[in-house]
Every structure is written in structure tokens, then in C-alpha cells.
């Protein structure tokens, strides 16, 4: 069988790919730590099950509108208003499955085939391969660890051509947790409104932030950029529904119309009893991403700590997400009787086959020094983990 040209560039998710092996490895009885996990580790809230449990109970099991039902999309409403201090109409809101989705149908929406798109990289692993599928071209900005893996409003204005339709932020960032202030986020946004480009702003882990950092949503620094953003966030990391599959997107009104085109043609509506779910995911109490972050932040000042003790480690203190990124270069070079460490992949592999230590190699995120560890994951286990990994690196010649 032929596949289609457009699939040439596309690869499989290299984060689902390594739960998938440590997952595997796991039934085979090894005893795998896995800090490749792209999701809290916690369990849905029941409060949410039981809206969910309600849901099927009453027969809402069938269709809804392909673009999400009327009174979930008053809660998203509801809810940039109250956490963003953002007016969005129910018209101005998709419902998707997932913030995947959403991505995927913002590219479809927006983009062609000559258009370029700017990423900062590190990046989010599926950015690139859906603007790919989309038959247009990303257009990659490298950030350095010393300024934080952040861009400024040089780097885009320079990267910036005829052919520029958008800009891909992430903040927080998956992976290197690097957060915007208000301030860099007002810079980026004047570039943004002088050069007529619109700013996709990936805000999944608008919640998940650390030191009393303050997230700001891009759409709110300027006057007039909320014209030119399209937002993007889901309940999966907020509330440990990654499973549930919703996401939301908020942006101008055609863009939404055609997104809603789209998915009426594609997915039909995101399940109905998920929405119902992520309605008392938005709309009911909130104490559990309080307790949520409590465990988060004392994992990730350990694992920091930890990671900056292993000799040729260096890590970056995180402000958001989940992950720790550190830089790996310094065990480049060094040996073992089966292994060579060249880059972030064969230790990722040395790791997994000599240590049973699952971390995700930061090849696919574009930064080929550095590993993802996730602190989605128990104490024990990644104390557990971390003295793997020092072990392992102190083996090597
Ligand atoms: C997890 C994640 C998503 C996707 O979330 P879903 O709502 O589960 O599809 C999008 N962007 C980033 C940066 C993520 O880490």
C-alpha cells in the first residue's frame, strides 16, 4: 500500500513511545521506574467521576453539538473570565478531545501550504508534525538554559518573513518548564500585533505553577493582541483527566466556526459524558489542584537538587509543568562495557536497558543535550529513580 506523501515527515509521539516501553517491560515483570509520564499521577477527583457516573445514569450518552455542548462552553466562559479576565462569547469557544485536538485543528484551520510558523525550541513534541500535517513549515527558535529557554521579542521579530503566519507559544513549557512574566509576555505580544501574525498560546499548565509565579495569559497583556490569539487549554493536567480526552480552544469567531467545521467532518462532538465531567471539572470546587501542586513542588525542589549533585548533570529550576529538563552533555563521550553515550537517545536507552530507569530523550523536544524527567510520579519512586541514574552515571567511564 502507497501512504500519502504527507506522511513522509510524520513520527510517532517519542513520549507515548517511551511509556509504551517501559509499560511494556512492566508486564514482563521488570521493575521499571518510569519518569516518562506526561500526566499527574493522581486519581480523577470524585466529585468529577460522579458527574461523569450521573451523566450515563441519565442517558446522556448520545450525540451533542460537534463543538461541545452550550452549557460547558458558558463554564470555559465563565472560567477566562474568572482565572484571565477574558471575555470570550460561546461562539468564540470549541469544545475538543483533548487540547491535542484543538492544536490540530487550529493548523488545519489556519494554516497552507506556504505559510511558516515559529516555534521556540525546546518545543512541545507534536507542534512541529502538526504543522506538518497541515502542508506548511515550521520555523524553529532556539533558546538557550542561561536565559531561561525563553525567547524574546528579537528573536521572533528576526525569524519573522512575508511567509510568518503564527507563532506557537508554550507557558508554562512542556519540557523545560520555563513560564513568561507578564512583562516578556508584552514584548512578544507588540511583536505580534506590529507584524500581523497570530499567537497560538498553549496554557495547558496555566495551573501548574511554582515559587509564586504568576501566570498571565498572552491574550490579556495588550490591548487588541486578544484579536490576533487564539487560547488553548483542556482539563487533562489541571485535573488529572487526561484519560477523559477535552480540551478547549478560544480565539475570533471564524476560526472557531472553522475549527467547529472541521471536527462536524472528523470527530463529531468530544464524548458527552466527559464533557458533562469536565463541566464540574470547570465549574466545582478546586481544593484539588491546591493539594496537587503541595506534592509537585516538593518533588521537583528534590529532583532538582538531586539532578544538579550527579557529575556531569546540570539542571534548570522548572517555574511550571511537571518535568525537570536537565543538560546532559557532560556524560557525552563516556563509556560503559555495552553502551556509548553519543546523545540524549542512547542515554535515554542506557538508562532503560542497564538501570531500568524509563526518561524521555530530548531529541524530540529539538534539544539532543538534554533528557524530560517527569515528577508525575511518587516520591519513593523518584528517589528510587534518582539513585538509578546516579549509579548509573557514576559507572560510567
Ligand atoms: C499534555 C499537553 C497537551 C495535550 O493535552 P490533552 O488535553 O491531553 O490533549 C498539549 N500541550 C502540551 C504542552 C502538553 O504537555
Given at each position: 500500500?502507497?501512504?500519502?506523501?504527507?506522511?513522509?515527515?510524520i513520527k510517532p509521539s517519542p513520549t507515548l513511545a517511551?511509556?509504551?516501553?517501559?509499560?511494556?517491560?512492566?508486564?514482563?515483570?521488570?521493575?521499571?521506574?518510569?519518569?516518562?509520564?506526561?500526566?499527574?499521577?493522581?486519581?480523577?477527583?470524585?466529585?468529577?467521576?460522579?458527574?461523569?457516573?450521573?451523566?450515563?445514569?441519565?442517558?446522556?450518552?448520545?450525540?451533542?453539538?460537534?463543538?461541545?455542548?452550550?452549557?460547558?462552553?458558558?463554564?470555559?466562559?465563565?472560567?477566562?473570565?474568572?482565572?484571565?479576565?477574558?471575555?470570550y462569547d460561546t461562539n468564540e469557544v470549541l469544545i475538543?478531545?483533548?487540547?491535542?485536538?484543538?492544536?490540530?485543528?487550529?493548523?488545519?484551520?489556519?494554516?497552507?501550504?506556504?505559510?511558516?510558523?515559529?516555534?521556540?525550541?525546546?518545543?512541545?513534541?507534536?507542534?512541529?508534525?502538526?504543522?506538518?500535517?497541515?502542508?506548511?513549515?515550521?520555523?524553529?527558535?532556539?533558546?538557550?538554559?542561561?536565559?531561561?529557554?525563553?525567547?524574546?521579542?528579537?528573536?521572533?521579530?528576526?525569524?519573522?518573513?512575508?511567509?510568518?503566519?503564527?507563532?506557537?507559544?508554550?507557558?508554562?513549557?512542556?519540557?523545560?518548564?520555563?513560564?513568561?512574566?507578564?512583562?516578556?509576555?508584552?514584548?512578544?505580544?507588540?511583536?505580534?500585533?506590529?507584524?500581523?501574525?497570530?499567537?497560538?498560546?498553549?496554557?495547558?499548565?496555566?495551573?501548574?505553577?511554582?515559587?509564586?509565579?504568576?501566570?498571565?495569559?498572552i491574550a490579556t497583556v495588550e490591548p487588541g493582541v486578544?484579536?490576533?490569539?487564539?487560547?488553548?487549554?483542556?482539563?487533562?493536567?489541571?485535573?488529572?483527566?487526561?484519560?477523559?480526552?477535552?480540551?478547549?480552544?478560544?480565539?475570533?469567531?471564524?476560526?472557531?466556526?472553522?475549527?467547529?467545521?472541521?471536527?462536524?467532518?472528523?470527530?463529531?462532538?468530544?464524548?458527552?459524558?466527559?464533557?458533562?465531567?469536565?463541566?464540574?471539572?470547570?465549574?466545582?470546587?478546586?481544593?484539588?489542584?491546591?493539594?496537587?501542586?503541595?506534592?509537585?513542588?516538593?518533588?521537583?525542589?528534590?529532583?532538582?537538587?538531586?539532578?544538579?549533585?550527579?557529575?556531569?548533570?546540570?539542571?534548570?529550576?522548572?517555574?511550571?509543568?511537571?518535568?525537570?529538563?536537565?543538560?546532559?552533555?557532560?556524560?557525552?563521550?563516556?563509556?560503559?562495557?555495552?553502551?556509548?553515550?553519543?546523545?540524549?537517545?542512547?542515554?535515554?536507552?542506557?538508562?532503560?536497558?542497564?538501570?531500568?530507569?524509563?526518561?524521555?530523550?530530548?531529541?524530540?523536544?529539538?534539544?539532543?543535550?538534554?533528557?524530560?524527567?517527569?515528577?508525575?510520579?511518587?516520591?519513593?519512586?523518584?528517589?528510587?529513580?534518582?539513585?538509578?541514574?546516579?549509579?548509573?552515571?557514576?559507572?560510567?567511564?
Amino acid at each position: 500500500m502507497i501512504i500519502s506523501k504527507r506522511m513522509n515527515k510524520i513520527k510517532p509521539s517519542p513520549t507515548l513511545a517511551v511509556s509504551a516501553r517501559a509499560k511494556a517491560m512492566k508486564a514482563r515483570g521488570i521493575d521499571v521506574i518510569g519518569f516518562g509520564a506526561g500526566e499527574p499521577d493522581f486519581d480523577t477527583p470524585e466529585n468529577i467521576k460522579r458527574a461523569a457516573i450521573k451523566a450515563i445514569e441519565d442517558g446522556f450518552t448520545k450525540y451533542t453539538p460537534a463543538g461541545g455542548i452550550e452549557e460547558l462552553k458558558k463554564a470555559v466562559c465563565e472560567k477566562f473570565k474568572k482565572d484571565n479576565n477574558l471575555d470570550y462569547d460561546t461562539n468564540e469557544v470549541l469544545i475538543s478531545c483533548g487540547a491535542k485536538h484543538c492544536l490540530y485543528n487550529i493548523c488545519q484551520a489556519l494554516l497552507d501550504e506556504q505559510d511558516e510558523v515559529i516555534i521556540p525550541s525546546p518545543y512541545w513534541v507534536s507542534y512541529p508534525d502538526m504543522v506538518y500535517l497541515a502542508g506548511a513549515t515550521p520555523v524553529f527558535i532556539e533558546t538557550q538554559e542561561k536565559t531561561g529557554f525563553k525567547i524574546t521579542a528579537e528573536d521572533l521579530s528576526a525569524k519573522i518573513t512575508s511567509n510568518t503566519k503564527a507563532l506557537i507559544l508554550n507557558s508554562p513549557s512542556n519540557p523545560t518548564g520555563a513560564s513568561y512574566t507578564k512583562d516578556e509576555l508584552k514584548q512578544i505580544a507588540d511583536v505580534v500585533m506590529d507584524r500581523g501574525i497570530t499567537v497560538i498560546s498553549d496554557e495547558i499548565y496555566e495551573k501548574i505553577v511554582y515559587d509564586s509565579f504568576e501566570f498571565y495569559s498572552i491574550a490579556t497583556v495588550e490591548p487588541g493582541v486578544k484579536n490576533q490569539a487564539i487560547i488553548v487549554n483542556g482539563v487533562s493536567k489541571s485535573y488529572s483527566m487526561t484519560g477523559w480526552r477535552i480540551g478547549y480552544v478560544a480565539g475570533p469567531r471564524e476560526i472557531i466556526t472553522a475549527m467547529t467545521n472541521i471536527q462536524s467532518q472528523s470527530t463529531s462532538n468530544p464524548t458527552s459524558i466527559a464533557q458533562k465531567a469536565s463541566l464540574e471539572a470547570l465549574s466545582g470546587p478546586q481544593d484539588f489542584i491546591t493539594e496537587m501542586l503541595g506534592a509537585f513542588d516538593k518533588r521537583r525542589k528534590y529532583m532538582v537538587e538531586r539532578l544538579n549533585s550527579i557529575p556531569g548533570f546540570s539542571c534548570y529550576n522548572p517555574t511550571g509543568a511537571f518535568y525537570t529538563f536537565p543538560n546532559v552533555s557532560g556524560v557525552f563521550g563516556k563509556k560503559s562495557a555495552k553502551h556509548e553515550i553519543a546523545d540524549s537517545s542512547s542515554l535515554a536507552k542506557y538508562l532503560l536497558e542497564s538501570s531500568h530507569v524509563a526518561v524521555v530523550a530530548g531529541l524530540g523536544f529539538g534539544a539532543d543535550s538534554n533528557i524530560r524527567l517527569s515528577y508525575a510520579t511518587s516520591f519513593e519512586n523518584i528517589e528510587k529513580g534518582l539513585n538509578r541514574i546516579q549509579k548509573a552515571i557514576e559507572e560510567l567511564e
